[in-house]
């Protein structure tokens, strides 16, 4: 039995769904960026990668999420400062007037995956169907291609999330959105650029952008596991494991020796939060992350930013992107999002 099949905490559904999957191992430490980009492009890893992709295009649901009463195309913006193309899921309700709008980064460390896989597909219609439009931005992974091609580390990913808002704020009128209801959301990897777009935007003095944040299972600290987060010790191993080096090293290690928020916001300061929206912190209870967002709603509150705090119980990192594995639940939280973005 893997531990997600045998551990009772998780929900009968996510067990029996998700339970056939091997328990997630550490990777080997790399000396160095390029040495995980060679492995990364071996023969044995894009077969690997490719076949992760496959099994992540089957979690497509329209009954869960139809498409039915929705508008949906793709979208194409310049990223500042590179000047690269940046694709968008865009999904809007067939109704009247602007709606309000999630503005979401996909997860996968920053490293992996895109919008434009049937999970995420699935998810974008699920919260679309809540009432809101939904953007789901495309940017540069850091170790396998998006629908982006262009590989790259910190800060390229954040570039194109940060350029991704300022386009869409722009474009609100002709994509009948309401400018005032844009909300920055995201999951694991996405979690993070989620809440790094907004001090980035605080920084620049551009967060009236944005009415709201809603970080789903956040990926902020960049080094694991850690005696301050107990989760990072007793979850590792169900779904993913965080240990080893290779996350900070293939999103980029100077950025992590230096303490840059904005890369890892574990090392976010109360200057650097203060004056952000609304942020709703989700985390799943059996999550190796789960401690760490925690503790960073703690350290929201400290800073003076109105902040609340879920724990998904009987979920492992994640679940609700797997919407097919938990549809109550997955519904649950789409319709959380959903409200911050009506409501801020």
């Known amino acids: 039995m893997t531990r997600i099949a045998d551990d009772a905490r998780l929900d009968p559904r996510i ?25 990364a492009n ?3 890893a894009l077969a690997a990668a490719a076949a992760a992709d496959a099994n992540l295009n089957r979690i497509d649901s329209t009954d869960l999420a139809p498409l039915e009463g929705l508008d949906i195309s793709t979208l194409e913006f310049t ?13 809007r ?42 953007a789901m ?34 474009q609100a009128d002709e994509l009948g959105i309401d400018a005032s209801k844009i909300i920055l959301a995201g999951e694991s990897g996405g979690g993070n650029l989620s809440i790094a777009t907004g001090m980035q935007l605080l920084k620049d ?38 240990s080893g080096n290779n996350a900070r090293m293939v999103y ?15 090392f976010a300061t109360a200057d650097d939060l203060a004056g952000l929206p609304t942020t709703v912190i989700s985390v799943n209870e059996c999550d190796p992350l789960r401690d760490e967002g925690i503790a960073f709603y703690r350290m929201l509150n400290e800073a003076g930013v109105t ?21 109550g639940i997955a519904t649950e939280t789409a319709s959380s999002i959903a409200h911050l973005a009506k409501t801020g």
């Not at 067939?94 to 490293?111: A, I, T």
Request: hydrophobic share 40%.
């Open 307 to 327: 902040a609340r705090c879920r724990q998904v119980m009987g979920t492992m990192h994640g679940s609700e992107v797997f919407s097919v594995s938990c549809p």
């Open 15 to 39: 067990r029996r769904i998700m339970g056939v999957m091997p328990d997630a191992r550490a990777g080997r430490d790399v000396a160095d960026r390029d040495e995980l980009l060679a492995k």
């Open 252 to 266: 980029g290690i100077e950025a992590f020796d230096e303490g840059n928020p904005l890369a890892w916001p574990m």
């Open 137 to 170: 931005v495309d940017f540069r992974n850091a170790l396998y291609p998006s629908s982006a091609p262009e590989v790259a580390p910190f800060p390229a990913g954040l570039n194109d999330c940060v350029s991704g808002v300022r386009w869409l704020a722009g």
């Open 79 to 91: 990223s500042a400062p590179d000047g690269n193309q940046i694709k968008v899921s865009f999904m």
């Open 93 to 134: 309700p067939q109704v009247e007037g602007p709606v309000p709008c999630v503005y979401y980064m996909h997860g996968g460390g920053m490293q992996t995956m895109s919008a434009f896989l049937g999970m995420y597909k699935c998810w974008g219609r699920l919260i679309a169907q809540q009432g809101v439009a939904v």
């Open 42 to 44: 071996s023969e044995s």
């Open 205 to 242: 003095g551009d967060i009236d952008l944005v009415n709201g944040i809603y970080a789903m299972c956040p990926y902020l600290a960049g080094e694991w596991p850690q005696d301050r987060f107990p989760s990072s010790t007793d979850n590792n191993g169900i779904f993913i494991n965080v």
